[in-house]
């Protein structure tokens, strides 16, 4: 919590919902007539399939239909964001444990799980290979022999797959001369960094429920994204985007696990194929089996001059893609731009690669790229820091970036203040330690500056009906971070209306206009912009009613809480209604777009806002154990403006401890081609328990972002510093320098142990 | 994941439940808590056309002493017992190690008996109880018996107990007034990694000490030769005489690398929790060196 004066501000509105038990989770739906489907998934890492037999399966009371391969043999039966690389279910091959490979659908839950054993696969196996550094090797076993890349397909641009290998993703980007840059610095730092798969754990798994009627196809999704969803199954089952309809109630989480396309195309076959609605809900096990981060293994290569300037930066990221493409494409690209840091870097070169393997799909996660990247950079700063003999802080400070300079001279130059967000982050530090004396805390900082992906594609439907009352209509989806309350506010704040009068509706592709999507910490920027332009639609609207009933001068006319007033004179939106409908009923529909040529063009250069953060611990060892504790922690962020301050600081502090999860015990294990971990009794989340016991949230509000009254995004930044911020403390007091994640006591002890052996 | 069909049995009585146990034989289960039970069925790596749930059956469940004994019900859940003023009283370390275990949902539903019975190796319970010097009281439809705490447990997954038996009550003899037992475990995921329970039970003047590791092997291990090392040893001299005796104690047990830990920071831990485990139940200041 932040020591910052809360505003009387009323609770978010979805909350009460959501105490109470009356939200309708995507979960919760219930449609007529709706099947339940449940997946056989691949047991082997990499095989043809020589058959399945769903006989037994099919003669069991109850069961409806079993999907296989086969049935789709008649669909556009490989979807994909970048590459057209997965089929909707495997058809004749499988490419990582845990892939579907048929689908019961039947009567009830457990009939159709108990049909999953009568199943029988016959595989042939193939080698597989699990590590994304042996898949890239000459010998490797192909997991895709072809590519069709999608340009622009939802994403701006396109994949670079090297064809005959397993790389689908390679990006390179150079300015300045680095070689050049490293031999007239006096010293030069390689250091090689690796961080593990990780998995999004959001408390509701993913559950869609599918049914084709009336010659078109309705979902409900739990996608972050349901305009991306509509795209792909209009292409897989081809049919118009109009007769494609996605509804997105509540989602339990997502952090991006969620984002673009993951189950709806398997769910949407499955209804096609019995002809009924079905819905599948997974277990946390199969969701844990269906997306993941992406891990990588990133080399930093950095010259210096003796006082700490940096010369150049050569940045090498090699990330494990998985078996299916999905946005690894991107992810790959971020991670090369996030390892830069928010540093004037005049002679740079990034190269990144994604590559296939015979494990869980890889996927955006909350800062696609950002901890993987800023793990490796951050911790090299502490590195280069104690090299040259310099305050880790003040290294930081010799190198950052002020506002208006560039990290990149073809991205926007850098809108934050980073130096007064790292001061922050010691004073607020100090103020801890100052209240509870710090008991020896090692203390490690870390900072991170990300580019989020934002298409500035957006739109939104703003009803202003007769009794004052308002309804949003968008695509924004509510997934726990607050975008209906933020919409509300601001439809609210631009309408000069109560935010009792507003509400926001769910989202539903039939009614809401297109938009990007919920992801990249864009949608209070965008869907805000879009609600700007809508009340300005609204008030020229009734600006011209008034002036034709009342005969006053349209530009006159503002909007007042339930009407309209113009000069000294007020209408209540009723009696101006209904002078201009001739009866004592109707609405006023303002629209907002955005596009890229929205702003005059403002919005076009990537990215749209930086969103960075500053992190600062306080952290304890148990020598003996190897047991990190986080005892303080100070999360700095500028995000322009605080539209909500209980979901700003729980966006801010959630990050952070997702983060504090990735650097001290989360990791997707795998031995011999299978994850062993894949079920929350082994794989371990953080609980209330490891939470720092000081835990301090600082808002900045500079009012420096594209959205209404200077908007930033957020929700993003905090997850970034946590794991160097630790690591860089440990390398402080102990002299040790762990370049791989997690921390777990054990790897701690290993390091002490070794530093012991040879001091 | 759901679990297969079965059929739910709710007896009043131990008599009631002799008699479906015996009728059901390989296809039934005991139900006490459901907190392993219900995972492993869900996660169908167990299957039974029968439960019988053991909670409606009457004086299987709170603490009274009798005999000099601590008397616990099979069907206490770990919260009432971290709880319970007997046992806050006359065993602070077990009410202690009760309050550790999982999480809060798991502490209220999960019992001491169904703890003992599933024999998952990564449990605290077992080492302390055997430290104590506990016995088990098993029922069946032909009488009772008592298994040492020492002698339950047979390996991972696998207890003495009959499938006919239901276990009853744990029986702790009340430690002596001068008597001190610690527990101390470590590990990073949801369970212990290891496990140590340390007894101080100065007899006449002359110190004894009891120790037992659990978690970190398939059953409870008792380290005989640091309890001897240590006999009679007053706490103030343990010394190093405590710490060498640890560490070529805790080579020797039997452990494996998984994902709790690689096998030899196990037995390191094991050395680091026994010091710590005796130094407590001995009344010194836990030599931790906390950075
Ligand atoms: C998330 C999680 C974390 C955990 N962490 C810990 C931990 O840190 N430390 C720890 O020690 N344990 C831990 N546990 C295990 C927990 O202690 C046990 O789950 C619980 O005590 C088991 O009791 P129950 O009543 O739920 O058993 P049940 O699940 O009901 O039964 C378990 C087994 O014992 C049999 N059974 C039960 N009662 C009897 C009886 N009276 N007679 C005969 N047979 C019986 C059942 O048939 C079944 O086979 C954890 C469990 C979970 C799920």
Redesign the pocket.
């Known amino acids: 919590m932040s020591e910052a004066s809360h505003r009387a501000q009323p609770p978010r509105r979805d909350f009460f919902e959501k105490v109470t038990g009356s939200a309708e989770f995507i979960s919760d739906v219930v449609v007529p007539g709706m099947l339940q489907g449940r997946i056989l998934r691949s047991t082997i890492p990499h095989g043809r399939i020589r058959n399945v037999d769903v006989s037994a399966a099919l003669a069991l009371p109850g069961v409806e239909a079993v999907l296989t391969g086969e049935d789709i043999a008649g669909l556009n039966n490989h979807w994909g964001l970048f590459l057209n690389d997965r089929p909707v279910i495997a058809i004749d091959r499988v490419r990582y444990v845990g892939e579907p490979v048929a689908v019961v659908v039947a009567v009830d839950e457990r009939t159709a799980e108990d049909a999953l054993d009568l199943i029988d696969v016959d595989y042939e196996t193939l080698p597989f290979v699990t590590d994304a550094v042996e898949a890239m090797a000459e010998d490797a076993p192909v997991l895709h022999e072809k590519s069709e890349t999608l340009k622009d397909f939802y994403f701006k641009g396109e994949a670079k797959p090297v064809p005959g290998t397993n790389i689908f993703q390679k990006y390179e980007y150079a300015h300045g001369d680095v070689e050049r840059a490293f031999a007239d610095a006096g010293r030069v730092f390689e250091d090689t960094f690796s961080f593990p798969m990780i998995f999004h754990y959001a408390m509701e798994p993913h559950c869609v429920v599918a049914s084709f009627a009336d010659g078109g196809l309705t979902l409900w999704s739990c996608g972050q994204a349901p305009t991306a969803i509509q795209k792909v199954l209009s292409r897989v089952f081809d049919l118009p985007l109009a007769k494609i309809r996605i509804i997105t109630p509540y989602v339990g989480g997502g952090f991006g696990g969620k984002a673009s396309v993951k189950i709806d195309p398997l769910v949407a076959a499955a209804a096609w194929k019995v002809g009924r609605p079905v819905r599948i809900c997974l277990s946390i096990s199969e969701s844990m089996l269906t997306c993941r981060r992406l891990s990588a293994s990133i080399t930093v290569r950095t010259g210096v001059r003796a006082d700490g300037t940096i010369l150049g930066k050569a940045v090498r990221v090699v990330m494990n893609g998985g078996a299916y493409a999905d946005t690894g494409p991107a992810v790959a690209i971020k991670a090369a731009n996030r390892a830069i840091g928010p540093y004037h870097v005049p002679n740079l070169k990034l190269e990144a690669y994604a590559v296939y393997t015979n494990t869980v799909p890889g996927a955006a996660f909350r800062s696609i790229g950002g901890p993987q990247a800023v793990w490796a950079s951050e911790s090299q700063m502490d590195i280069i820091a104690g090299a040259l003999g310099i305050d880790p802080v003040e290294l930081r400070y010799r190198n950052m970036l002020k506002p208006g300079e560039t990290v990149r001279p073809d991205l926007r130059p850098i809108d934050v203040d980073m130096a007064e967000a790292l001061g922050q982050a010691s004073q607020a530090m100090s103020r801890l330690d100052a209240a509870g004396p710090d008991a020896g805390l090692m203390k490690g900082v870390a900072v991170g500056a990300s580019d989020p992906g934002i298409m500035a594609v957006a739109a939104v439907l703003v009803r202003l009906k007769i009794d004052g009352s308002v309804l949003v209509i968008s695509n924004s989806v509510e997934i726990g971070q607050g975008i209906r309350e933020v919409l509300r506010t601001f439809a609210a704040e631009l309408l000069n209306q109560p935010a009792e009068a507003v509400y926001v509706m769910t989202p539903d592709t039939a009614l809401a206009p297109f938009d990007w999507g919920t992801g990249a910490s864009r949608s209070s920027v965008m869907m805000g912009m879009a609600i700007e332009d809508a009340a300005i639609d609204i008030r020229r609207q009734l600006a011209d009613m008034a002036a034709a009933a009342f005969g006053v001068a349209a530009e006159t006319v503002s909007l007042c809480p339930g009407g309209i007033v113009a000069g000294d004179r007020q209408w209540p939106f009723a009696e101006l209604l209904h002078a201009h409908y001739g009866i004592d009923s109707g609405e006023v529909i303002g629209i907002g777009r955005i596009s890229p040529h929205s702003r005059d063009g403002r919005l076009m250069q990537a990215p749209l806002f930086w969103e960075t953060a500053a992190g600062m611990c306080g952290v304890e060892l148990d020598e003996e154990t190897g047991e990190v504790r986080v005892r303080r922690y100070v999360s700095v962020a500028d995000v322009g403006r605080v539209l909500n301050r209980a979901s700003a600081e729980g966006q801010d502090e959630g990050a952070a401890i997702q983060g504090l999860g990735h650097a001290l015990s989360e990791e997707l294990v795998y031995e011999d081609g299978q994850p062993v971990n894949a079920s ?2 082994d794989y371990h989340v953080p609980t209330i328990d490891e939470v720092p016991e000081d835990f301090l949230t600082v808002l900045i509000e500079s009012g420096t972002g594209p959205g209404p009254g200077g908007a930033r995004g957020m929700g993003e930044g905090a997850i970034l510093p946590v794991a160097p911020a630790i690591a860089n403390a440990l390398a402080s007091r102990h002299g040790i320098r762990i370049r791989d994640l997690p921390l777990t006591p054990e790897r701690v002890w290993r390091a002490l142990q070794e530093k012991k052996a040879k001091p | 994941m759901l679990p297969h069909r079965f059929q739910y049995h709710r007896p009043d009585n131990l008599e009631q439940v002799f008699e479906l146990l015996d009728r059901y034989g390989d296809d039934v ?12 069925l869900k996660a169908r790596v ?1 299957r039974y056309e029968h ?1 019988v749930d ?1 909670k409606r059956v009457p004086g ?1 469940k709170g603490v009274c002493e009798s005999d000099g004994q601590i008397v616990i019900g ?2 206490s ?2 919260f009432s017992l971290a709880t319970d003023p007997i046992v806050k009283r006359l065993v602070p370390a077990y009410a202690a190690l009760s309050d ?4 809060i ?3 209220v ?10 024999a ?1 190796p ?5 080492a302390m109880l055997a430290a104590l010097g506990a016995s088990l009281t ?1 029922r069946g439809r032909d009488g009772q018996r008592r298994v040492a705490m020492a002698d339950f447990i047979e390996g991972e997954f696998t207890t003495v ?1 009959g499938p006919a ?4 009550e744990v029986r702790i003899p009340a430690p002596a007034a001068s008597a001190r037992y610690a527990y101390c ?1 470590f ?1 990073h995921l ?3 990694a290891v ?1 140590i329970a340390a007894g101080y039970c100065p007899e006449r003047g002359t110190p004894h000490y009891r120790i037992w590791a659990g ?1 970190i092997a398939g059953r409870p291990a008792q380290l005989r030769s640091v309890e001897d090392a240590l006999e009679g040893v007053p706490p103030d001299k343990l010394g190093d005489v405590l710490a060498e005796a640890a560490s070529a104690a805790a080579q020797e047990l039997p452990a494996h690398d998984d994902l709790q830990g690689s096998a030899d920071y196990k037995r390191h831990l094991a050395a680091v929790l026994t010091r710590r485990a005796v130094e407590q139940a001995a009344g010194l200041q836990p030599r931790r060196k906390a950075a």
């Open positions: 929350m009794i | 289960a005991p139900y006490a808590g459901g907190t392993e039970l219900l995972l492993a167990l439960l053991l299987l099979a069907l859940s770990h550790n275990i999982a999480n949902r798991v502490r539903s999960g019992t001491i008996g169904g703890n003992l019975c599933f998952e990564h449990a605290d319970p077992p098993l107990r038996e239901v276990l009853t475990s590990g949801e369970r212990p496990g978690a």
